[in-house]
């Protein structure tokens, strides 16, 4: 019968990413309280040195798939991996990150193992030793209560920054296992030629920690220069509105909303937005929301913990000011 | 070239979303039915592909009866035959059953390439293309940003934007994509576009049709079962920051953020 967690550890450039943490971490609550393992899945090339820190964060082993094909993500050797290694060691949850990877890899297993999948979850339990996911659709407008047939395992992906990460006890130490896998160059498909790297190193809208965000009320893509200020004063990353995006003032990676990035940072500061329910579904799960907004009437208020009415290009360059005097 | 695309009908995102009574479906009485934004992206890529290279551009629908204005808005974009896939043992299938059935349909036809949206901006699933290719054995190119079909037809060169950069991916064809915001600015139809639709061919097909069997989909075949639907939680009223100055008004939410929220 089907045991145990397994958690599938995501890393780029060999660097394994927070989001595997936190998945390890939950993985660690949830086999705990069924009295089970937690074993972490890790793909790459060389990468067997870095797996020990997996174990700091709960896992009881990490199994590495280490292959110079498994270097970079592709979805068909990934999927043929992980799926022969799912198959082999049998655990009743996988647990993968709502990441662009995550996303398309939980898909493709899904289908390939034929069992149920819930994607972007922000909170998980067991019920009588079952998994139960709530995950919202229409990007927040409501919430699904969801759980699993009896085929395992029960695939779920997680929402990024919104699992708690354990303290790493670097005193736990996990088993490493080298996995036994085959792949076959016949099933490869798809070859990534090239890496096209963001320069700027912002930190991408769903792994943010803070986002400072610009909607309308920004007038123009000559304004933006205020909300890079502040954001560097706090170490945010800067997204935009649809309609800022659809006016062609900011790229379309930095829209935020239900027809773009759906974001739950601990702080999102909106400037001139005015809360389109669009916009709203994509950000209402930030943990603490800043409206600024001349327009006292705005639906952004409702949505705000802190408010201020007032003309932004008044109040934030004073906001950074203010900011990196106590920074 | 011979394109797919297949399309999702969905609640317009300025939608507001209410729970039905029965607390496992949405209030779909004032809800404005649009084609996915997502599935947009791919019946114009389909188009601009197909204006380059020809061939011909197949829009699949799956769903009731109301799907077929989707599909009618992609004929009068351009497209140039339409299948319904419709069949209430169908109703409540999730993805997986959804997948096969479009698979089921695709797989007489004769294609080089299938657009599907990322995800639907109802379920937020984002499994229906990669269920698809799993069950035409292909591969699958998500989030796509940008695709270039080589001149021979056999493979296509894309842009997949993921957390903090750009993978280029070769993939050979036939292959699923599915689209992202920035792959392309759909178009409008066109006054006459919209009469000529109105003469191309739209197919219906059922279960039967496709040599599928009604246990194979619908509620009964989920492997995800929505236990319940509710609101999303309430946000706590906030308040409203009071200052004589902008400047006050900024010190004050500072303090705030510093002393009362500890987030800087």
């Keep these: 019968m089907a045991e145990g967690v397994m958690t599938i550890a995501e890393q780029r450039d060999g660097e394994i990413r927070k989001i595997s943490y936190e998945l390890v971490s939950e993985g660690r609550r949830m086999a705990d309280s069924l009295g089970q393992g937690v074993t972490a899945l890790l793909l790459g090339a060389d990468i067997k040195e870095n797996a020990s820190t997996l174990g700091h964060y709960g896992a009881d082993k990490v199994l590495v798939a280490d292959d110079p094909r498994l270097k970079t993500y592709t979805t068909d050797a990934y999927v043929s991996v992980i799926a022969e290694l799912v198959k082999a060691n049998d655990p009743a949850i996988l647990l993968l990150g709502a990441s662009v990877e995550g996303k398309d890899l939980a898909a493709r297993l899904s289908a390939r193992l034929e069992t149920g999948m819930a994607q972007d979850c922000i909170t998980f339990s067991l019920e009588d030793g079952n998994l139960v996911a709530i995950r919202p659709i229409y990007a927040g407008k409501a919430y699904a209560k969801v759980t699993f047939s009896d085929s395992t395992p029960q695939i779920a992906t997680a929402r990024p920054n919104v699992l708690t990460l354990n303290e790493p006890d670097t005193s736990r130490s996990a088993e490493i296992i080298d996995a036994q896998f085959t792949l076959d160059d016949s099933i490869l498909k798809t070859k990534v030629v090239d890496v096209l790297r963001d320069e700027s190193g912002k930190v991408d809208l769903t792994e943010a920690d803070k986002i400072v965000s610009g909607g309308r009320g920004m007038k123009g893509p000559e304004n933006y220069n205020i909300l890079e200020e502040l954001a560097e004063a706090i170490g945010a990353s800067v997204g935009a509105s649809r309609s800022a995006v659809d006016a062609g003032w900011r790229p379309h990676t930095d829209q935020v909303g239900q027809t773009g990035k759906v974001v739950s940072p601990t702080l999102y500061i909106a400037c001139g937005i005015s809360g389109a329910i669009q916009h709203l579904a994509g950000m209402s799960t930030s943990k603490v929301i800043v409206a600024i907004n001349k327009d006292p009437d705005a639906p952004i208020f409702q949505r705000a913990d802190y408010g201020i009415v007032e003309d932004l290009f008044k109040v934030v360059p004073s906001l950074t000011e203010e900011i990196k005097k106590i920074m | ?264």
């Design chain 2, 1 to 264: 070239m011979n394109i797919i695309v297949c399309l999702k009908q969905v609640p317009d995102t300025d939608s507001q979303i209410k729970v039905a009574p029965d607390g496992n479906s949405i209030v779909t009485d004032d809800v404005k039915w649009v084609m996915n934004p997502y599935d947009e992206f791919g019946v114009e890529e389909a188009l601009q592909i197909k204006e380059k290279m020809g061939g011909e551009v197949t829009v699949i629908g799956l769903g009731p009866k109301r799907v077929t204005e989707s599909i009618r808005t992609a004929l009068a974009m351009g497209a140039d035959k339409g299948i319904l896939i419709n069949d209430p043992a169908l109703e409540n299938s999730d993805a997986l059953a959804t997948g096969r059935a479009l698979a089921a349909a695709i797989k007489g036809l004769d294609y080089d390439l299938i657009f599907t949206g990322q995800r639907g901006v109802d379920d937020d699933m984002g499994l229906v293309g990669a269920t698809l290719a799993e069950f035409l054995d292909i591969p699958q190119l998500s989030i796509i940003v940008k695709a270039e079909i080589s001149e021979d037809g056999k493979s296509v060169k894309v842009n997949r934007a993921v957390e903090g950069q750009t993978l280029v991916i070769e993939s050979s064809l036939p292959a699923v994509i599915t689209t992202q915001k920035g792959l392309n600015e759909p178009r409008y139809a066109s006054l006459p576009g919209i009469m000529k639709a109105k003469k191309k061919p739209l197919e219906e097909k059922t279960l039967a049709d496709l040599g599928l069997d009604p246990s194979q989909v619908g509620e009964g075949a989920r492997k995800l079962k929505i236990m319940e639907l509710t609101p999303p939680p309430q946000r706590e009223t906030g308040k409203i920051i009071e200052g004589e100055t902008p400047e006050e008004k900024a010190a004050e939410l500072v303090r705030l953020l510093h002393e009362e929220a500890k987030l800087i």
